[in-house]
C-alpha cells in the first residue's frame, strides 16, 4: 500500500546529495576502478578517522565483518560466545558458522545486554563477548569492558546499528578488539547495495581480516595466507558512503531533533514506552526510534492504516525458530521486547509535517483507550 508517511525514503535522500553521487560513480566507472582501488581506501580510511580507529576494513556485509572478526580472534569449536538474545540473527549465525557455540543472555529496558547477566553466563569455555549497539544506543562498554578483561576475553562489537554512537566521546566500534558495521541502505549510513566495515587498533587484526576478505592472499605480494573468503566491499559503493559519510554528523543532529520532536509530544501518553535514557556520557545516535506499546500489533496496525509505515523487529525471538536449534533458557525482557517492539519513522528525510501527523495519529490511538 502506498503510504503517507514513509519509514525511510532513500529516493529522496538521493535526490538532496544526487550531484555529488553522480559524479563519484562517474569517477569509477570511467577510470574502471570496480575492485580493490582507490576508492576503497579512501573510504577506510576517512571511516577509521570517524571511529577513531587506526585501521578500517571494508567489507560486504555486517554478517562478514563479524565473522572475519571472530576468525581473527582464533574463535572456534569448543570455545562460547556470549551475544543478547534480543538481536539480529547474523550475530548469532557468526558465532555458530566459525563452529563455536553461542550462549544468549537477555537484554535491558534500552533494547541491549545485560552486563550483570553477562557474567552470571561465563563458563570456562567463554571466549569472547559480542555485545550489540541496537537502534543507535551503545551497550554499556565500560562495565562490558572491565568484566572483559577481568576474565581474560575478546570484546566483538556488533556496531551495525550505531554508526556514530559513543560514550563519554569513545566511539562505537573502537572499544573492542573490532568494531563490526553494516552499511544495508536502511542504516544510519547506508550504501545503494550492501556492505560492511570492521574497525580496530590491531595491526594483526587488520593484516588478517583485509587477506581473508580477499580468499586469504596479500594482494600486495600475491601470498596466500590460508583459504579466505570472498566478501571485500566493493569499489562502487565505497565511493557511495565516502559521498554520504561526510554528512553524517548534520544526518544525525536531524535524526536527534526529530527524537526530541516525537519525545516532546508523545511522553505523557501512559502506556507507551519512550527510548530515551538519559544516562550521563552516552550520545544516541537514533538509528531506529523504538517504542513499545502493550498493545502491541493493534498499535502498530493502527498507524499502518493510518499510513504510516512502521517495523515490528522482532515478534519472534530468533531463538524459537526450531530449526535453529538454539537453547531457550528463558528470557523475559526479550520476551516483551518482541510483544511491545514498533519501530516509528526515522530518517533524515523526514519533513516536520510527517513527523507531526506519525504524533497526531499515536496520539489518536491512545485517546480511544
Known sequence: ???????????????????ELDNAYHDVMVHGDLIDRRQLREFEEHLADFVGTKYAIGVNSGYDA?????RAAGIGPGDEVIVPSHTFLATCSAVVNVGATPVLV??????NIVPELIEESITQKTRAIIPVHLNGFMSDMPKIMEIAERYGLTVIEDAC?????????????????????????FKILGGYGDGGAITTNSKEVELFTRRMRFNGEDRETGEYFGHGFTCLLDN?????????????????????AIAKRYRDCLNDIEGLMLPHYDRLGFDHVYQNY??????????SSFLKENGIEVLTQWRKPYYKHQALGLKDRGFPETEA?????????????????????????????YKTK
Open 161 to 185: 546499528q550505531s554508526l556514530g554512537s559513543s560514550i563519554n566521546n569513545i566511539k562505537a566500534g573502537s572499544w573492542g578488539l573490532t568494531g563490526c558495521f553494516s552499511f544495508y541502505p
Open 106 to 111: 537477555d537484554v535491558g529496558e534500552d533494547f
Open 290 to 299: 523504538v517504542v513499545r506499546s502493550k498493545d502491541g500489533d493493534v498499535f
Open 337 to 365: 521486547i518482541s510483544r511491545e517492539v514498533c519501530s516509528l519513522p526515522m530518517c533524515v528525510e523526514l519533513e516536520d509535517t510527517e513527523v507531526n501527523y506519525v504524533i497526531e495519529v499515536i496520539r489518536a490511538f
Open 66 to 70: 563479524l565473522h572475519l572478526s571472530l
Open 236 to 256: 562502487l559503493q565505497a565511493a557511495f558512503l565516502d559521498v554520504k559519510l561526510k554528512y553524517l554528523p548534520d544526518w544525525i543532529k536531524r535524526r536527534k
Open 1 to 19: 500500500m502506498p503510504y503517507k508517511v514513509r519509514f525511510v525514503n532513500p529516493g529522496k535522500l538521493y535526490k538532496t546529495i544526487q550531484n
